[in-house]
């Protein structure tokens, strides 16, 4: 079973709808996981942590529920510009702080 | 800000030769990694350093080098590079949490 497991979608939805992504985790002793955006073509880069009270940036709201061992984000009022794949990341503080990253699901948002 | 840096970006090599890429951050980051992206894959960690003169194996090692004899500069090396190291690699740099910052990649094609 790998560590981190993502749906790959595609999700296709319109502009303004509100769509939510899980992510499942094996690791029971993991402290700490992320979301990370990545554009086609383009390096990953952080969109936000996650936090076991739950976490909100402005449309974007990442939460963790350990009992299931799954995380998620959920996107409000999507935008085009959010077209991209959301990648779901574990940090293993007990191995040199080595992030595992989920092969990410991908988001594709139209008129 | 030149942030992460990876040379070259583009890269196609025949079976058997050798190469290095170079990764350079200017952020006095402990911690760099080198990544590799396949798609279906996800982000897998090849080798990783917690501070100049030290590396450690990732989850692919086989058939990759590293080296860091600077703190800013991350080497990974392909002794006899094979078609299966076709493929995006990245390089990242951290404190040592769970924000990475990526380089911009080097797609290598072998042949």
């Known amino acids: 079973r790998k560590e981190v497991e993502q749906d790959p979608g595609p999700f296709n939805v319109p502009e303004g709808a509100t769509v939510a992504f899980n992510c499942t985790y094996s690791n029971s002793a993991s402290q700490s996981f992320f979301w990370y955006r990545q554009d086609c073509r383009k390096e990953p ?9 739950g976490n909100e940036d402005g449309r974007f709201t990442a939460q963790l529920n350990r009992a299931s061992q799954y995380i998620s984000l959920l996107i409000r009022d999507s935008k085009l510009s959010d077209s991209a794949t ?3 990341v574990d940090l293993n503080t007990g191995t040199a702080s080595k992030l595992t990253f989920g092969t990410g699901t991908r988001l594709q948002v139209t008129l | 800000n030149a942030g992460v840096t990876q040379t070259p970006k583009f890269r196609v090599l025949k079976t ?3 190469m290095t890429l170079l990764c350079a951050q200017d952020m006095n980051h402990e911690y760099m990694y ?3 992206q396949d798609p279906g894959m996800g982000l897998r960690l090849i080798h990783y350093s917690v501070g100049e003169g030290t590396t450690a194996k990732g ?3 086989d058939g990759y080098n590293v080296s860091r004899l600077k703190k800013q500069n991350f080497l990974l090396g392909l002794e006899s590079a094979a078609p299966s190291q076709t493929s995006v690699y990245f390089c990242a740099s951290s404190w040592g949490g769970g924000e990475l910052f990526f380089g911009e990649g080097s797609r290598l094609t072998v042949l």
Do not use: H
């Not at chain 1, 880069?45 to 009270?53: A, E, N, Q």
């Open chain 1, 45 to 53: 880069k952080l969109l936000m942590s996650v936090y076991s009270s």
């Open chain 1, 86 to 88: 959301y990648l779901c």
């Open chain 2, 16 to 18: 058997g030769q050798s």
């Open chain 2, 34 to 36: 080198w990544y590799r």
């Open chain 2, 59 to 61: 989850e692919v090692p």
